[in-house]
């Protein structure tokens, strides 16, 4: 479990990875204002300049940060250095190779006994290694006992099994996600049938069957310690409880670390993005609702934020119809209580971004978010009952129009509005379901 001594070089140069994080259902112009998100990339001056577009960033009002360097890398879309969160947390900001989503955030927990446990490493690249060694023995440890993965989108597990192969930590992962690394929905076969089923015109199929195989991404990621929600990390001298939020994918960790009011909240919470949902292993139900309930349930955690009626933020129409239905479509495991009745507001540490307090008013936010999708959709099949997913999410309000969308990016978009559609065909406006 001693951590090697490798070569340090920069972390610049990092292969983009199969993945899409955001949701591609809605794209909206940028904007340079200090309370917003922006994504930019370097100009030949050295300045950022906004791209225009990015997927999945319709945050107008973004959270307060905790962490003003985090904050300003993301607006200006540069890698973020590491930082120290308290004497015994530290984060590590991971070059990802996505153009929208540059780095994920590593964290290092160090424990009673001096080892790390490092949760979400990052891209697989020989370049993420070195820097994650070298923070490692900049604050003193040459142990690391676990590496964990909130999901296993390759930009959060890729690096896994290469920590563990060069320090024989232990990795962990929740137990729905350790079950699905090699699910066959990820072969070509399976993407086959979904692009029947959403009657994709055969000429606009190539540019999606030739999408990598995401399988890639969980290579070698066979997990140590399958974790269940309520379990704990084996951090000594410290209590990291897992909470199981599927959406994202089906088997996504949080983490809650009540002593020092603080969530990591991987991809399910992020302060400047809505993360796409149903972007794994096929769920037992729609991965909207079951998005949506464990959205509340995490918001249901701040004791410090907003009581916004019936969890909801903007206006969305049909939202009180929607609401109980999702309850009672999508159980996450049972009631959770706050974490405390704290003066101090409850931290949020999330895979992507910057860290922030308002993990309430966020969490429901993206669950509006997704609401009122679901909405859109509705109206577009109340005009055509029979239109298909191709033909609804072609329908749907694009910024940068459907024909922008390529590969991933449709790929995902299609997966998406089929949730949607799913969610709207299931609804009358009486509340009654369909046949």
């Known amino acids: 479990m001693t951590v090697p001594a490798r070569r340090v070089r920069a972390a610049s140069r990092v292969t983009a990875v199969p993945l899409v994080v955001a949701s591609t259902l809605r794209l909206r112009p940028l904007h340079r204002h200090p309370e917003?998100?922006?994504?930019?990339?370097?100009?030949?001056?050295?300045?950022?300049?906004?791209?225009?577009?990015?997927?999945?960033?319709?945050?107008?009002?973004?959270?307060?940060?905790?962490?003003?360097?985090?904050?300003?890398?993301?607006?200006?879309?540069?890698?973020?250095?590491?930082?120290?969160?308290?004497?015994?947390t530290f984060v590590v900001p991971m070059p990802t190779g996505i153009p929208f989503v540059v780095s994920t955030l590593c964290y290092v927990l160090r424990d009673r006994?001096?080892?790390?446990?490092?949760?979400?490493?990052?891209?697989?690249?020989?370049?993420?290694?070195?820097?994650?060694?070298?923070?490692?023995?900049?604050?003193?440890?040459?142990?690391?006992?676990?590496?964990?993965?909130?999901?296993?989108?390759?930009?959060?597990?890729?690096?896994?099994?290469?920590?563990?192969?060069?320090?024989?930590?232990?990795?962990?992962?929740?137990?729905?996600?350790?079950?699905?690394?090699?699910?066959?929905?990820?072969?070509?076969?399976?993407?086959?049938?979904?692009?029947?089923?959403?009657?994709?015109?055969?000429?606009?199929?190539?540019?999606?069957?030739?999408?990598?195989?995401?399988?890639?991404?969980?290579r070698g990621a066979d997990a140590d310690l399958l974790l269940d929600d309520g379990d704990e990390l084996p951090v000594v001298g410290r209590s990291v409880r897992a909470l199981v939020t599927p959406g994202h994918t089906p088997g996504h960790l949080c983490f809650v670390e009540s002593e020092a009011n603080r969530v990591f909240t991987g991809d399910h919470v992020l302060p400047h993005i809505n993360p796409g949902l149903g972007l794994g292993?096929?769920?037992?139900?729609?991965?909207?609702?079951?998005?949506?309930?464990?959205?509340?349930?995490?918001?249901?955690?701040?004791?410090?934020?907003?009581?916004?009626?019936?969890?909801?933020?903007?206006?969305?129409?049909?939202?009180?119809r929607y609401l109980d239905r999702d309850r009672q479509d999508a159980p996450i495991g049972g009631d959770r209580a706050r974490l405390a009745d704290r003066d101090r507001p409850l931290e949020a540490l999330p895979g992507h971004g910057y860290r922030f307090v308002g993990l309430r008013s966020r969490a429901l936010a993206i669950a509006a978010h997704h609401r009122a999708r679901t909405a859109e959709v509705a109206a577009v099949l109340e005009r055509d009952p029979d239109a298909s997913v191709w033909d609804t999410a072609s329908r749907v309000q694009w910024t940068a129009g459907w024909d922008g969308l390529s590969g991933f990016h449709r790929l995902s978009a299609l997966a998406q509005t089929a949730q949607h559609v799913d969610r709207a065909r299931a609804r009358q406006p009486d509340g009654s379901t369909t046949s």
């Open 36 to 88: 917003t998100c922006v994504k930019g990339v370097r100009s030949s001056r050295g300045r950022a300049r906004p791209t225009g577009y990015a997927l999945g960033m319709t945050v107008d009002v973004a959270p307060r940060p905790t962490s003003s360097a985090q904050a300003e890398a993301t607006r200006a879309g540069f890698v973020a250095a590491p930082e120290r969160i308290d004497g015994d």
């Open 281 to 320: 292993h096929p769920f037992d139900g729609n991965a909207t609702s079951v998005g949506i309930a464990a959205l509340e349930a995490i918001a249901a955690l701040d004791a410090t934020g907003p009581r916004a009626r019936s969890g909801v933020t903007v206006d969305e129409p049909d939202r009180e």
């Open 113 to 218: 006994t001096g080892a790390a446990h490092v949760i979400d490493p990052g891209v697989n690249a020989p370049d993420n290694l070195d820097l994650l060694f070298r923070e490692l023995r900049a604050h003193g440890i040459d142990r690391v006992a676990t590496v964990t993965a909130t999901h296993l989108h390759p930009d959060h597990v890729g690096l896994a099994p290469l920590v563990r192969e060069q320090t024989g930590a232990r990795l962990c992962l929740g137990r729905i996600e350790g079950d699905s690394v090699d699910a066959p929905w990820r072969e070509r076969a399976g993407r086959v049938a979904a692009l029947d089923a959403w009657g994709v015109p055969g000429d606009r199929r190539d540019d999606l069957l030739a999408i990598p195989e995401s399988k890639a991404g969980a």
